[in-house]
């Protein structure tokens, strides 16, 4: 499916909106494109919120647009699922006039329960503020065999940005897994060119940092209680 050009003009969700309730809303994209789509505040292509499971698979999100977070996927409310495979996101952007935006390709957000996982996926040339490509404040993160390349953040984390969402109810889920990645080219104007991170636990095997740039911390910057590297 091709999904072109669409707009949710002050709201979330340029081309689909997805929400459950108190069970599951199962969504599934195979073989979409999104492009050009926007949103006038989350998630410019989709956004989906509260008990949904969502699964997108060799698709291709470029040139979506988001004025707050989410330039192509923002997820975020309690007990949702997000799982990316063999995906390409180019060129979208999450931010506005006021410095605000986080993830210009995805973001997901949640105080409790929501957790997202990245496999076989490539993320170039995304913008935002916090989390050129990706933004996760709260959720757990699991990325695998992807690639990060020249993505920006106008403040924190060029390709990856990651951090609590206020005082979480259980810090301790707010952990991160990165392996068999490469993260080249991306920038940051302040904090964690490649990546930044501040969860509990992260474990990084067999990642790559390459050409990365930062006023500090090119390649990671971290507040990570701890940190396993392989």
Same mark, same amino acid.
Request: glycine share 12%; net charge negative; no cysteine.
């Given at each position: 499916s091709?999904?072109?050009?669409?707009?949710a003009t002050i709201g979330t969700g340029g081309a689909f909106l997805l929400s459950g309730s108190t069970q599951y809303f199962l969504a599934s994209f195979n073989d979409s494109t999104f492009t050009s789509n926007t949103a006038g505040n989350e998630g410019g292509a989709i956004f989906g919120m509260d008990w949904v499971n969502m699964t997108v698979n060799n698709s291709t999100f470029t040139s979506n647009m988001a004025k707050n977070s989410g330039g192509a996927i923002n997820i975020n409310g309690d007990n949702?699922?997000?799982? !990316?495979?063999? *995906? =390409? %996101?180019?060129? /979208?952007?999450?931010? &506005?006039?006021? $410095?605000?935006?986080?993830?210009?390709a995805l973001r997901c957000t949640s105080p409790t329960s929501l957790s997202i996982t990245v496999s076989n996926?490539?993320?170039?040339?995304?913008t935002s503020v916090f989390g050129g490509?990706?933004?996760?404040?709260?959720c757990?993160?699991? !990325?695998?065999? *992807? =690639? %990060?390349?020249? /993505?920006?953040?106008? &403040?924190?984390? $060029?390709g990856l940005w990651v951090a609590p969402l206020g005082v979480q109810s259980d810090p301790s889920v707010l952990v991160l897994f990165v392996a068999d990645t490469q993260f080249t080219s991306n920038q940051a104007k302040f904090e964690g060119g490649g990546m930044r991170s501040s969860v509990v636990t992260q474990n990084l095997t067999d990642v790559m940092f390459d050409q990365n740039t930062a006023s500090i911390g090119g390649g990671i910057y971290t507040l990570a209680s701890i940190t396993y590297l392989n």
């Open positions: 091709s999904f072109t050009n669409n707009s949702s699922i997000a799982t !990316i495979t063999n *995906s =390409t %996101f180019v060129t /979208n952007i999450s931010a &506005n006039s006021t $410095g605000w935006g986080y993830g210009g996926s490539t993320f170039s040339q995304n490509a990706v933004a996760s404040e709260g757990p993160v699991a !990325i695998s065999g *992807s =690639t %990060f390349d020249q /993505n920006s953040a106008d &403040n924190a984390g $060029g």
